[in-house]
Nanobody, 126 residues
Framework: QVQLVESGGGLVQAGGSLRLSCAAS????????MGWFRQPPGKEREFVATITWSGGRSYYADSVKGRFTISRDNTKNTLYLQMNSLKPEDTAIYYC???????????????????WGQGTQVTVSS
C-alpha cells in the first residue's frame, strides 16, 4: 500500500488559482500511474486528471481541460495539480489516488485506483 496525503486546498475567488500537492510514501511512487479525483457537494466522485508512472502522458476531464495541469516529481514522491481560472463549479473535495497495478497506461476509472488520500477541500466563491 502507498500512503497519500493531500494539501493545498482552500478558499479562492472565481478566476483564481490553487496548487494541490499529494505526498506519497510506502510503495515505489515512480512505478504507478497517479490520478486526481473530486467529489462536489451532493454528487459522486468524478475523474479530474491522470498521469502515467513515467510522467510522459496525462489525461484530463473535459471540464478542466486547458485550466488544470497534473504533474509529478518522482524524486520527491509528490503529485501536483495546478488549477487556474477556477470556477464555482470546481468546488469539491479533491483526492489523489494511486493505481492498483504497476506501470500500466493511464487509467481514469476510480475502481482502478487502490490507494486514496483523505482529501482536501477546494471552495471557489463567485
Amino acid at each position: 500500500q502507498v500512503q497519500l496525503v493531500e494539501s493545498g486546498g482552500g478558499l479562492v475567488q472565481a478566476g483564481g488559482s490553487l496548487r494541490l500537492s499529494c505526498a506519497a510514501s510506502g510503495r515505489t511512487f515512480s512505478s504507478y500511474t497517479m490520478g486526481w479525483f473530486r467529489q462536489p457537494p451532493g454528487k459522486e466522485r468524478e475523474f479530474v486528471a491522470t498521469i502515467t508512472w513515467s510522467g510522459g502522458r496525462s489525461y484530463y476531464a473535459d471540464s478542466v481541460k486547458g485550466r488544470f495541469t497534473i504533474s509529478r516529481d518522482n524524486t520527491k514522491n509528490t503529485l501536483y495539480l495546478q488549477m487556474n481560472s477556477l470556477k464555482p463549479e470546481d468546488t469539491a473535495i479533491y483526492y489523489c489516488a494511486a493505481d492498483r497495478i504497476m506501470r500500466r497506461p493511464a487509467v481514469t476509472n476510480p475502481r482502478d485506483f487502490g490507494s486514496w488520500g483523505q482529501g482536501t477541500q477546494v471552495t471557489v466563491s463567485s
